[in-house]
């Protein structure tokens, strides 16, 4: 069926606190996956169709990759411990037979017996393991590397520091290479059981571990010799219902796999992820049907729906985990004042902006937590409250920004309209000098933002990862972490994250979650835009098609005509 709801509804809610509460607080994630038309049998002759894609950032390593660009991707080759139902976003055992913990501090898994890579190959207790300690060893520098933090032992297998030429100390794996490399906190039991044991109480652990991070990696992985594993990447071999079968700069072609183990099984047979670096060119190929799927709408199309009678019958929309925010460059000067990051906070009106640019179908932020998850508390930005008078005050106060202000966004995003829009309130609110400067792709955009390259403010959005508050927080706010582009710093905020991550119920460690996000509202290390609303188009050759909560598209659900 078509995705018309809320993300999360009232009873889903429910479920996943009482998830989050059962036992000793950890969430246990229940067996199943959701079940589609599709999923019930495939047609006899060979099916496909093509999606609107965009160039990854990275190779296609699962622990490499934190953008939706090559995270779409490695979502259908893919499989984890715990599946993330396509209508609730609830958690579900998928690999694991089980998750169980007594304490919130060591974890038992069981793997289900006979899941398969694409190789062939049977996934067991050790690739999960080895893959881990791949990740969080210093020297892989992998992106995703934060997210074993909680593992004990995580810290033995990072990079100390060492004298630069300037006499400065700096991470250096060659002179201070780590201690170990294997945590102490994860150990393999037998061929199906392995434990996990974290430095404290984390309690929603399990519900973190349907994130590609997590993900096992095939022997195959451990023989690529090749820097970065870049031999592999260009061939992933996963245990998902999609193998890669081909990867180019246009491309990337998934066939279905045969020997899928899983719950939740692809319903074509044939899946490309057709690249383009024009929102507008992927937007017009499927109102011809010429693409069959688009996840995203160009702007200009929202305006008087012009999207709904173009594509007539063939259009949904969806609320998804998703927020678009504006960060400010760790590098530029300007930014170390309070006052300006203030002054730009609430020197434009979202309101209108989602209104004139996005015609009501995106709601203006008023915090760094998207309102579908559980512990989502409106107000946290105080100054998203459009204020021009303030802002003009507080902006000549801070004596305003040195130069023209860029604003990075990505062209083959759909983002210079309201960029445009952010930028011409910026100037009749508060003097200020800016100009847009779009890169030619997402990829190009997030190496600059990656190697600390950019001057000004650019744009960064969330897709969340799991369903929980704490990943609206911890992996874009925590000193260090994966995603913190604005490379934010605050003591008591760590903290209020360390003691929410241990709290003994979901409801104890949302209301520390709640404190640790009130401390943005005074820091504002990024600039909270709007709450996404998915809108997404099909070809006439879709009958049905589902969006998940992460913006997605479910490739269980799709039936295709006759």
């Known amino acids: ?65 934190n953008e939706v660009c090559g995270g779409n991707v490695l979502d259908a080759v893919t499989a984890k411990l715990v599946h993330y139902n396509s209508d609730t976003a609830a958690p579900e055992l998928d690999i694991a037979e089980s998750i169980e913990t007594t304490d919130s501090i060591t974890f038992t898994v069981k793997i289900k017996p006979g899941y398969k890579f694409h190789d062939g190959t049977e996934v ?84 973190r571990l349907g994130y590609t991070a997590f993900i096992p990696q095939p022997d195959a992985f451990f023989a690529d010799s090749s820097k970065g594993k870049a031999e592999f990447a260009n061939a992933v071999i996963g245990a998902g219902p999609y193998k890669l079968v081909s990867k180019t700069d246009t491309a990337m072609e998934l066939e279905k796999f045969a020997d899928y183990s899983g719950s939740n099984p692809g319903s074509v047979d044939k899946v490309t992820f057709r690249i383009y670096n024009d929102l507008n060119a992927a937007y017009n190929d499927v109102v011809a049907n010429n693409l069959d799927l688009t996840d995203v709408i160009p702007s200009d199309m929202l305006v008087a729906d012009q999207w709904k009678t173009d594509l007539d019958g063939r259009f949904g929309t969806r609320d998804t985990g998703v927020i678009q925010v504006v960060s400010f460059s760790p590098k530029d000067e300007n930014f170390k004042n309070a006052d300006l990051r203030r002054a730009i906070t609430m020197g434009f009106d979202r309101e209108l902006i989602t209104k004139q640019v996005f015609e009501g179908a995106r709601t203006p932020a008023t915090g760094w937590v998207s309102p579908v998850v559980d512990g989502y508390k409106e107000g946290a930005c105080v100054d998203c409250v459009f204020n021009p008078t303030e802002a003009k005050k507080l902006y000549d106060a801070a004596g305003g920004y040195k130069g023209t202000m860029p604003i990075g966004v990505n062209a083959d995003g759909g983002h210079q309209v309201w960029a445009d829009a952010f930028c011409n309130q910026l100037k009749n609110n508060l003097g200020m000098d800016c100009a847009v400067v779009p890169t030619p792709d997402f990829a190009t955009l997030r190496t600059g933002i990656v190697a600390r390259e950019l001057e000004g403010v650019y744009r960064g959005g969330w897709q969340m990862d799991y369903p929980s508050i704490e990943n609206f927080l911890t992996p874009i706010y925590a000193t260090g972490a994966s995603s913190n582009d604005s490379d934010y710093s605050n003591k008591e905020f760590d903290k209020l994250l360390a003691d929410a991550a241990a709290a003994p119920s979901n409801e104890e460690a949302n209301a520390l979650y709640q404190q640790a996000e009130a401390i943005l509202g005074k820091d504002n290390p990024t600039i909270p835009l709007w709450y996404q609303q998915s809108q997404f188009g099909w070809s006439d050759k879709i009958a049905e098609v589902k969006m998940t909560p992460f913006s997605t598209f479910d490739l269980s659900s799709v039936v295709l005509k006759g």
């Open 1 to 65: 069926m078509r995705g018309h709801t809320r993300l999360v509804s009232a009873a889903a809610l429910v479920a996943v606190g009482l998830l989050a509460s059962a036992c000793s607080g950890t969430p246990a994630p229940t067996a199943g996956g959701a079940s589609s038309p599709a999923a019930t049998g495939a047609p006899a002759e060979a099916t496909s169709i093509t999606i609107r894609g965009c160039t990854p950032q990275n190779p296609l390593i699962g622990t490499n990759t």
């Open 124 to 207: 067991k207790a050790k690739n999960f393991v080895d893959a881990w300690n791949w990740a969080a060893y210093g020297p892989n520098a992998q992106l995703n590397s934060y997210f074993f933090e909680p593992i004990e032992g995580y810290t033995d297998l990072q990079c100390g520091t060492a004298k630069n030429a300037d006499g400065a100390d700096e991470v250096n794996c060659e002179k201070a290479p780590p201690a170990s490399e294997a945590m102490s906190g994860l150990a393999v039991v037998d061929d199906l059981t392995f434990t996990i044991k974290t430095v404290s109480p984390t309690s929603n652990l399990p519900v």
